[in-house]
Every structure is written in C-alpha cells, then in structure tokens.
C-alpha cells in the first residue's frame, strides 16, 4: 500500500503570491486533512475534506481553500500569501470511521 | 489554554534512561496518538489507542481515559530516538488536535 505523498517538498514565494500544495492519500483512505504547523509549535488544523467536499474547517482564513478529487487526493491553495503563512504543512489521510491517520512528510513554504 | 497539553515540553536525556513524556487532554476523544517527528518534518504514527497500554519494541503507550492523560515511555533511550514527539487525541468531530510536542535530545 502506499502512504501519503506530498509536493512539493519545499517552496520559496514572495508575499502577495498564490500557491498549490498537492496531497496524495493513502490507498484505501478517503479523508484528507491539512494541517499547519509554525515553526516550535504543534500542528494547527486547517480543514477536511470528505468525498469532495469540505468537512470542518480550523481557525483560517477565506483565503486558504482546497480542493478533493474523485480519487481522493487534495490540494491545499492559498492566496495573497502573507510572512506569517511560513510553515510546514502537512497533509494526513484517513478512512471515516477508523481512527488510523497516516502522514505526509510536509511542504515547507516559506513567504519572503 | 490548549486542549492537549504535553509535558515537558523539551527533555535531555543520557543514553540508556528510562524517558516518560505526558499528555493531558480536556476533551472527549475517541482515541489517541502519539506521534513522532524527526527535523526533516515527516510525522510518523507511534501509536494508536483508546484504552489501555500498548508496547512496540522499546515504546509503551499508556492511556487512562477516565483521567483523560496518556504517557509515552521509552526504555533504554539511545540517540536515534531523539526527535519531537507531539500526541494528538481524535475530538468530537473526528478532527485531530495536536499537542505542541516535546522535544528529546539523547546524548550518547
């Protein structure tokens, strides 16, 4: 089976860019969350998504949305990026109703 | 104050001691992870449980949900174990909420 995928790895933009981070999940799963994590802190839920749609959203802007595709990869696109959307992002996989994440090793972006 | 909370937050250790890291949650979950995440990023999967204990290797996870508190023991450290090790409890809604993580340095 395969585990989650994300790219790219790193990421250098300028503020006001846009940018697309890309989630493959794990053979069998299909939820995708997407998670931010600042540098020395734990991880922050942004959203998930379920069959396509959005299902629970964290404490972020309008401008971070997503997308799921029918084979349950996702993306993660943010908007008139800001210095403080540096971070590490991370995408996990998983199958409602069972509790196992698996995780992607991240997109480190960061905002010059 | 935050729903999960780890302690301590950083932590030295020789190697060959015995480490236990601790997590409080104030939450209702349905279950609990412990999580490790080396300097490149990349978070892998420890655990997973809801009751009880479990033992991989040189790791033992512990929960006691009546308590809402989980520890995650390591016995005979050594420096590859080094790394940030963060718990994350499935809330209400299926969502994860991480702790902020402890981080473990293993000096040979």
């Known amino acids: 089976e395969t585990g989650v995928t994300q790219s790219p790895t790193h990421l250098i933009k300028t503020r006001g860019q846009q940018v697309t981070l890309r989630c493959s999940s794990q053979s069998g799963h299909n939820t995708v969350s997407w998670y931010q994590q600042a540098l020395g802190q734990g991880p922050q839920f942004i959203f998930q998504?379920?069959?396509?749609?959005?299902?629970g959203r964290g404490n972020f802007p309008p401008r971070f949305s997503g997308l799921q595709f029918p084979n349950y990869s996702s993306e993660l696109n943010v908007n008139a990026l800001e210095l403080d959307d540096s971070a590490l992002y991370l995408c996990a996989s998983s199958q409602t109703g069972v509790y196992g994440y698996t995780f992607g090793s991240g997109t480190r972006l960061t905002v010059v | 104050k935050n729903e999960v909370e780890q302690s301590p937050q950083n932590l030295t250790a020789q190697e060959g001691e015995f480490i236990t890291i601790n997590c409080s949650y104030s939450v209702g979950i349905s279950a609990l992870h412990w999580l490790q995440q080396h300097p490149g990023g990349g978070i892998v999967s420890l655990f997973m449980?809801?009751?009880g204990k479990k033992k991989h290797g040189r790791l033992i996870a512990t929960i006691n949900i009546q308590e809402k508190h989980s520890s995650l023991h390591i016995t005979a450290s050594h420096p590859r174990d080094s790394a940030v090790y963060i718990c994350a409890v499935i809330g209400g809604t299926d969502k994860l909420i991480f702790g902020t993580g402890t981080r473990l340095q293993v000096f040979p």
């Open positions: 449980l809801s009751s």
């Open positions: 998504y379920y069959r396509e749609e959005e299902n």
